[in-house]
Protein backbone atom coordinates (compact mmCIF):
# COMPACT_ATOMS: atom_id res chain seq x y z
CA UNK A 1 0.00 0.00 0.00
CA UNK A 2 2.85 2.56 1.10
CA UNK A 3 4.53 2.01 -2.41
CA UNK A 4 1.00 2.67 -4.58
CA UNK A 5 0.71 5.32 -2.52
CA UNK A 6 4.02 6.61 -3.25
CA UNK A 7 3.42 6.21 -7.27
CA UNK A 8 0.09 8.55 -7.05
CA UNK A 9 2.22 11.09 -5.20
CA UNK A 10 4.68 11.14 -8.07
CA UNK A 11 1.95 11.19 -10.92
CA UNK A 12 -0.03 14.19 -9.18
CA UNK A 13 3.20 16.21 -8.74
CA UNK A 14 4.76 14.97 -12.04
CA UNK A 15 1.81 15.55 -14.47
CA UNK A 16 1.05 19.38 -13.73
CA UNK A 17 4.19 20.28 -14.06
CA UNK A 18 4.32 18.70 -17.46
CA UNK A 19 1.44 18.44 -19.48
CA UNK A 20 -2.09 17.66 -18.97
CA UNK A 21 -2.74 13.55 -19.64
CA UNK A 22 -5.43 12.63 -22.45
CA UNK A 23 -7.83 10.26 -20.88
CA UNK A 24 -7.45 6.24 -22.56
CA UNK A 25 -10.37 3.99 -22.22
CA UNK A 26 -10.36 0.22 -22.90
CA UNK A 27 -13.76 0.72 -25.26
CA UNK A 28 -12.41 3.06 -27.07
CA UNK A 29 -13.69 1.85 -30.52
CA UNK A 30 -17.26 2.68 -28.80
CA UNK A 31 -16.11 6.06 -27.70
CA UNK A 32 -14.29 7.93 -30.72
CA UNK A 33 -16.07 11.04 -30.66
CA UNK A 34 -14.65 11.98 -27.05
CA UNK A 35 -10.86 12.18 -28.63
CA UNK A 36 -11.80 13.01 -32.32
CA UNK A 37 -14.11 16.04 -32.84
CA UNK A 38 -14.30 14.98 -36.31
CA UNK A 39 -15.98 11.37 -35.71
CA UNK A 40 -18.99 12.60 -34.15
CA UNK A 41 -22.11 10.79 -35.37
CA UNK A 42 -19.87 7.91 -37.25
CA UNK A 43 -21.80 4.98 -35.36
CA UNK A 44 -25.73 6.31 -35.59
CA UNK A 45 -27.28 9.38 -36.91
CA UNK A 46 -28.38 10.21 -33.40
CA UNK A 47 -26.10 8.44 -30.18
CA UNK A 48 -25.28 9.36 -26.55
CA UNK A 49 -22.39 7.14 -25.12
CA UNK A 50 -21.64 7.39 -20.98
CA UNK A 51 -18.75 5.52 -20.08
CA UNK A 52 -17.09 5.26 -16.45
CA UNK A 53 -13.28 3.87 -15.56
CA UNK A 54 -12.17 2.54 -11.76
CA UNK A 55 -8.60 2.37 -12.52
CA UNK A 56 -6.47 0.10 -9.56
CA UNK A 57 -9.21 -0.98 -7.45
CA UNK A 58 -7.73 -0.94 -4.22
CA UNK A 59 -5.42 1.49 -4.09
CA UNK A 60 -6.55 4.66 -2.04
CA UNK A 61 -6.91 7.88 -4.79
CA UNK A 62 -6.70 5.30 -7.99
CA UNK A 63 -7.60 7.21 -11.08
CA UNK A 64 -11.67 7.35 -11.61
CA UNK A 65 -12.87 8.75 -15.01
CA UNK A 66 -16.66 9.39 -16.20
CA UNK A 67 -16.96 10.65 -20.11
CA UNK A 68 -20.07 11.56 -22.04
CA UNK A 69 -20.65 12.50 -25.53
CA UNK A 70 -23.52 13.07 -27.24
CA UNK A 71 -24.06 13.52 -30.95
CA UNK A 72 -26.33 14.13 -33.95
CA UNK A 73 -26.22 13.54 -37.33
CA UNK A 74 -27.72 16.88 -39.10
CA UNK A 75 -27.16 16.19 -42.74
CA UNK A 76 -25.19 14.11 -44.84
CA UNK A 77 -22.49 17.01 -44.75
CA UNK A 78 -22.34 17.99 -40.75
CA UNK A 79 -22.87 16.92 -37.73
CA UNK A 80 -22.98 18.24 -33.86
CA UNK A 81 -21.92 17.04 -30.40
CA UNK A 82 -21.06 17.93 -26.92
CA UNK A 83 -18.39 15.97 -24.56
CA UNK A 84 -18.01 15.90 -21.07
CA UNK A 85 -15.25 14.33 -19.05
CA UNK A 86 -14.36 14.39 -15.27
CA UNK A 87 -10.96 12.56 -13.86
CA UNK A 88 -10.03 12.59 -10.33
CA UNK A 89 -6.71 11.27 -9.42
CA UNK A 90 -5.38 11.75 -5.69
CA UNK A 91 -5.51 15.76 -5.08
CA UNK A 92 -6.02 16.32 -8.43
CA UNK A 93 -9.30 17.25 -10.21
CA UNK A 94 -9.78 17.95 -13.78
CA UNK A 95 -13.44 18.60 -15.81
CA UNK A 96 -14.10 19.71 -19.32
CA UNK A 97 -17.01 20.39 -21.31
CA UNK A 98 -17.12 21.35 -25.33
CA UNK A 99 -18.67 21.69 -28.12
CA UNK A 100 -17.69 20.02 -31.20
CA UNK A 101 -18.66 20.40 -35.11
CA UNK A 102 -17.59 18.11 -37.77
CA UNK A 103 -18.07 18.52 -41.63
CA UNK A 104 -17.92 15.89 -44.00
CA UNK A 105 -16.67 15.69 -47.98
CA UNK A 106 -19.00 12.59 -48.96
CA UNK A 107 -17.73 10.33 -52.05
CA UNK A 108 -20.04 7.32 -52.13
CA UNK A 109 -21.38 4.28 -50.47
CA UNK A 110 -20.53 5.24 -46.95
CA UNK A 111 -17.43 6.36 -47.75
CA UNK A 112 -16.37 9.78 -46.26
CA UNK A 113 -13.67 12.10 -44.88
CA UNK A 114 -14.03 14.37 -42.46
CA UNK A 115 -12.90 17.19 -40.62
CA UNK A 116 -13.97 18.43 -36.88
CA UNK A 117 -13.19 21.00 -34.35
CA UNK A 118 -14.30 20.86 -30.55
CA UNK A 119 -14.12 24.38 -28.52
CA UNK A 120 -14.91 24.30 -24.78
CA UNK A 121 -13.58 25.06 -20.81
CA UNK A 122 -11.69 22.75 -18.59
CA UNK A 123 -11.42 22.97 -14.78
CA UNK A 124 -8.47 22.01 -13.05
CA UNK A 125 -8.41 21.23 -9.17
CA UNK A 126 -5.10 21.25 -7.18
CA UNK A 127 -5.91 20.43 -4.09
CA UNK A 128 -2.05 20.47 -2.41
CA UNK A 129 -3.64 22.01 0.76
CA UNK A 130 -5.86 19.07 1.83
CA UNK A 131 -2.61 16.72 1.49
CA UNK A 132 -1.89 14.99 5.14
CA UNK A 133 2.02 15.10 5.32
CA UNK A 134 4.38 14.57 7.99
CA UNK A 135 5.95 17.75 8.33
CA UNK A 136 3.58 20.31 9.24
CA UNK A 137 3.34 23.39 7.19
CA UNK A 138 5.05 21.40 4.06
CA UNK A 139 5.52 24.49 1.88
CA UNK A 140 5.60 22.06 -1.44
CA UNK A 141 1.55 21.17 -0.04
CA UNK A 142 0.47 24.90 1.47
CA UNK A 143 -0.96 26.20 -1.90
CA UNK A 144 -4.35 25.12 -3.72
CA UNK A 145 -5.41 25.59 -7.40
CA UNK A 146 -8.83 25.95 -9.11
CA UNK A 147 -8.37 26.81 -12.52
CA UNK A 148 -10.60 27.77 -15.52
CA UNK A 149 -8.93 27.84 -18.91
CA UNK A 150 -10.32 27.35 -22.44
CA UNK A 151 -9.26 24.52 -24.75
CA UNK A 152 -10.25 23.46 -28.12
CA UNK A 153 -9.70 20.47 -30.29
CA UNK A 154 -9.16 19.49 -33.99
CA UNK A 155 -9.31 16.11 -35.67
CA UNK A 156 -9.87 13.96 -39.22
CA UNK A 157 -11.46 11.12 -39.70
CA UNK A 158 -11.71 8.78 -42.85
CA UNK A 159 -14.75 6.06 -42.64
CA UNK A 160 -15.54 3.50 -45.34
CA UNK A 161 -18.44 0.69 -45.14
CA UNK A 162 -15.88 -1.74 -43.18
CA UNK A 163 -13.58 0.39 -41.44
CA UNK A 164 -12.23 3.64 -40.17
CA UNK A 165 -9.04 6.04 -39.22
CA UNK A 166 -8.84 8.96 -37.32
CA UNK A 167 -6.16 11.87 -36.44
CA UNK A 168 -6.62 13.96 -33.43
CA UNK A 169 -5.29 16.20 -31.20
CA UNK A 170 -7.62 15.88 -28.24
CA UNK A 171 -6.50 19.02 -26.47
CA UNK A 172 -4.49 22.28 -27.83
CA UNK A 173 -3.51 24.04 -24.79
CA UNK A 174 -1.86 22.97 -21.76
CA UNK A 175 -3.89 23.55 -18.17
CA UNK A 176 -0.81 23.58 -15.63
CA UNK A 177 -0.90 25.80 -12.74
CA UNK A 178 2.33 27.97 -13.42
CA UNK A 179 5.17 27.71 -15.71
CA UNK A 180 6.28 28.65 -19.71
CA UNK A 181 4.58 25.59 -20.64
CA UNK A 182 1.10 27.04 -19.98
CA UNK A 183 -1.34 27.66 -22.99
CA UNK A 184 -0.79 27.23 -26.55
CA UNK A 185 1.74 24.80 -26.69
CA UNK A 186 2.46 22.42 -29.90
CA UNK A 187 5.67 20.67 -28.50
CA UNK A 188 3.61 19.02 -26.05
CA UNK A 189 0.39 18.41 -27.70
CA UNK A 190 -1.19 15.05 -27.62
CA UNK A 191 -1.88 12.73 -30.68
CA UNK A 192 -4.05 10.20 -30.78
CA UNK A 193 -4.30 7.78 -33.64
CA UNK A 194 -7.48 5.20 -34.50
CA UNK A 195 -8.41 2.59 -36.88
CA UNK A 196 -10.50 0.00 -37.01
CA UNK A 197 -11.89 -2.60 -39.64
CA UNK A 198 -14.56 -5.30 -40.20
CA UNK A 199 -14.33 -8.53 -41.56
CA UNK A 200 -17.81 -9.93 -42.23
CA UNK A 201 -17.36 -14.05 -40.95
CA UNK A 202 -21.19 -14.67 -41.60
CA UNK A 203 -24.73 -13.38 -41.88
CA UNK A 204 -24.50 -12.69 -38.09
CA UNK A 205 -21.28 -12.40 -37.39
CA UNK A 206 -18.01 -10.49 -38.05
CA UNK A 207 -14.20 -10.06 -37.12
CA UNK A 208 -13.61 -6.51 -35.80
CA UNK A 209 -10.03 -5.74 -34.83
CA UNK A 210 -9.25 -2.17 -33.46
CA UNK A 211 -6.04 -0.25 -32.64
CA UNK A 212 -5.54 3.28 -30.66
CA UNK A 213 -2.12 4.98 -30.24
CA UNK A 214 -1.26 8.16 -28.59
CA UNK A 215 2.10 10.26 -29.00
CA UNK A 216 3.48 13.20 -27.62
CA UNK A 217 7.43 14.23 -27.51
CA UNK A 218 9.75 13.16 -25.32
CA UNK A 219 7.50 10.33 -23.92
CA UNK A 220 7.01 6.72 -24.67
CA UNK A 221 4.39 6.00 -27.77
CA UNK A 222 1.40 4.17 -25.92
CA UNK A 223 -0.94 2.14 -27.22
CA UNK A 224 -4.03 -0.20 -26.80
CA UNK A 225 -5.02 -3.29 -29.33
CA UNK A 226 -8.29 -4.60 -29.06
CA UNK A 227 -10.03 -7.73 -31.25
CA UNK A 228 -13.79 -8.07 -31.04
CA UNK A 229 -15.60 -10.67 -32.66
CA UNK A 230 -19.44 -10.06 -32.77
CA UNK A 231 -21.73 -12.71 -33.31
CA UNK A 232 -25.45 -11.57 -33.35
CA UNK A 233 -26.07 -9.46 -30.77
CA UNK A 234 -23.01 -10.05 -28.35
CA UNK A 235 -19.63 -8.77 -28.87
CA UNK A 236 -16.08 -10.14 -26.80
CA UNK A 237 -12.83 -8.48 -26.75
CA UNK A 238 -9.64 -9.06 -25.95
CA UNK A 239 -6.57 -6.93 -26.41
CA UNK A 240 -3.51 -5.13 -25.12
CA UNK A 241 -2.08 -2.60 -23.77
CA UNK A 242 1.27 -1.12 -23.75
CA UNK A 243 1.47 -0.39 -20.24
CA UNK A 244 2.08 -4.19 -19.55
CA UNK A 245 -1.83 -5.01 -19.23
CA UNK A 246 -4.08 -7.14 -21.00
CA UNK A 247 -7.88 -6.21 -21.86
CA UNK A 248 -10.97 -8.56 -21.66
CA UNK A 249 -14.48 -7.32 -22.26
CA UNK A 250 -17.90 -7.91 -23.66
CA UNK A 251 -21.01 -5.71 -25.16
CA UNK A 252 -24.31 -6.36 -26.12
CA UNK A 253 -26.82 -5.25 -28.18
CA UNK A 254 -30.32 -4.73 -26.91
CA UNK A 255 -33.03 -4.03 -29.41
CA UNK A 256 -30.61 -2.74 -32.33
CA UNK A 257 -30.23 1.08 -30.60
CA UNK A 258 -28.54 0.10 -26.85
CA UNK A 259 -25.52 -1.09 -26.15
CA UNK A 260 -24.09 -2.08 -22.27
CA UNK A 261 -20.31 -3.07 -22.20
CA UNK A 262 -18.32 -4.13 -19.49
CA UNK A 263 -14.42 -4.08 -19.69
CA UNK A 264 -11.22 -4.45 -17.38
CA UNK A 265 -7.68 -4.02 -17.27
CA UNK A 266 -5.08 -6.64 -15.47
CA UNK A 267 -1.73 -5.52 -15.29
CA UNK A 268 1.11 -8.35 -16.00
CA UNK A 269 4.04 -6.34 -15.21
CA UNK A 270 6.32 -5.66 -11.69
CA UNK A 271 3.62 -3.14 -10.66
CA UNK A 272 0.58 -5.39 -10.70
CA UNK A 273 0.45 -6.49 -7.06
CA UNK A 274 0.42 -3.27 -5.82
CA UNK A 275 -2.20 -1.34 -8.87
CA UNK A 276 -4.70 -4.17 -8.87
CA UNK A 277 -6.94 -4.35 -11.90
CA UNK A 278 -8.88 -1.35 -13.90
CA UNK A 279 -12.91 -1.44 -14.60
CA UNK A 280 -15.23 0.23 -16.97
CA UNK A 281 -18.81 0.08 -17.59
CA UNK A 282 -20.13 1.46 -20.80
CA UNK A 283 -23.89 2.23 -22.05
CA UNK A 284 -24.60 3.74 -25.21
CA UNK A 285 -27.69 4.46 -27.25
CA UNK A 286 -27.79 4.82 -31.24
CA UNK A 287 -30.60 5.43 -33.96
CA UNK A 288 -29.89 3.16 -35.46
CA UNK A 289 -25.88 1.91 -35.26
CA UNK A 290 -24.45 1.48 -38.48
CA UNK A 291 -21.93 -1.64 -37.77
CA UNK A 292 -24.05 -3.65 -36.00
CA UNK A 293 -25.10 -7.25 -37.31
CA UNK A 294 -28.12 -6.63 -39.02
CA UNK A 295 -26.57 -3.47 -40.59
CA UNK A 296 -23.29 -4.51 -41.69
CA UNK A 297 -24.00 -4.26 -44.93
CA UNK A 298 -25.60 -0.44 -45.30
CA UNK A 299 -28.19 1.53 -43.90
CA UNK A 300 -31.75 0.53 -44.17
CA UNK A 301 -34.21 2.93 -45.54
CA UNK A 302 -37.91 2.12 -45.68
CA UNK A 303 -39.12 1.40 -49.22
CA UNK A 304 -42.66 2.27 -50.82
CA UNK A 305 -43.60 -1.09 -49.75
CA UNK A 306 -42.76 -1.32 -46.21
CA UNK A 307 -39.89 -3.13 -46.79
CA UNK A 308 -36.05 -2.36 -45.66
CA UNK A 309 -34.31 -1.40 -48.13
CA UNK A 310 -30.20 -1.30 -47.57
CA UNK A 311 -28.58 1.54 -49.80
CA UNK A 312 -26.57 3.92 -48.28
CA UNK A 313 -25.92 5.69 -52.03
CA UNK A 314 -29.96 6.40 -52.44
CA UNK A 315 -29.49 8.68 -49.16
CA UNK A 316 -26.15 10.48 -50.80
CA UNK A 317 -27.89 10.84 -54.08
CA UNK A 318 -31.38 12.32 -52.37
CA UNK A 319 -29.14 14.84 -50.41
CA UNK A 320 -27.56 15.68 -52.79
CA UNK A 321 -30.57 16.36 -55.38
CA UNK A 322 -32.15 18.37 -52.61
CA UNK A 323 -29.08 20.47 -52.21
CA UNK A 324 -29.50 21.41 -56.26
CA UNK A 325 -33.70 22.13 -55.91
CA UNK A 326 -32.69 24.63 -52.81
CA UNK A 327 -29.69 26.34 -54.97
Known sequence: MKKG?????????????????????????????????????????????????????????????????????????????????????????????????????????????????????????????????????????????????????????????????????????????????????????????????FFELGENAYFNPNIQIKYTKNAPIQGDFLLRGVFGVVGVSMGYRTENALIAGADFLIAGKFRVGYSFNYGIGSLSRVKGASHEVHLGFGLPYYFSSDSFRGEKFLSKNGKFKRNYQLRYNRSNNLHRIKS
Open 5 to 197: LLILLLIALVNPAKAQNVYRYSQFNFLKSLYNPAALASDARLSADIVYRNQWVGLAGAPTTIGLNVASELSSNMALGINFCSDKIGLNQSTSVSAMYSYRLVFADRQYLSLGLGVGADNVVYDYAAANTTMPNDPAFSQSYNLWKLNASLGAYFRSSKGYVGLSVPQLFQQTPSGPESGFTIPRWHYMLIGGY
